[in-house]
Nanobody, 121 residues
Framework: QVYLVESGGGLVQAGGSLRLSCAAS????????MAWFRQAPGKEREFVAA????????LHADSVKGRFTISRDNAKNTVYLQMNSLKSEDTAVYSC??????????????WGQGTQVTVSS
């Protein structure tokens, strides 16, 4: 059974920072590309960032480029999302995902339950 468990969400003021973590189990972590998506109320799930198996290549959505950074630690089976300069429009449930190919689409094999991030203005 594959589990992806996110943590690190919470309430933060605009301009603040949070670091999300996603701990993976039940899969060979280093064999999977990892990604973060988010979904705000009434909106579709959208791509935030992704990272290749080795961590050498990353993708970031234009809306977060320069503010968010995805990284991974294969020794800890964990992927991170460092979020700086947060804005109210970043408020959403953030979910991590694992897939065989890095992509901006939602075509990932496994998904976590998500963690709520709320940015107050």
């Amino acid at each position: 059974q594959v589990y992806l468990v996110e943590s690190g969400g919470g309430l933060v003021q605009a301009g603040g920072s949070l670091r999300l973590s996603c701990a993976a189990s039940g899969l060979t972590f280093s064999s999977y590309a990892m990604a973060w998506f988010r979904q705000a109320p009434g909106k579709e799930r959208e791509f935030v960032a992704a990272i290749t198996r080795s961590g050498t290549t990353t993708l970031h959505a234009d809306s977060v480029k320069g503010r968010f950074t995805i990284s991974r630690d294969n020794a800890k089976n964990t992927v991170y999302l460092q979020m700086n300069s947060l804005k109210s429009e970043d408020t959403a449930v953030y979910s991590c995902a694992a897939g065989l190919v890095i992509t901006r689409s939602r075509e990932y094999n496994y998904w976590g339950q998500g963690t709520q991030v709320t940015v107050s203005s």
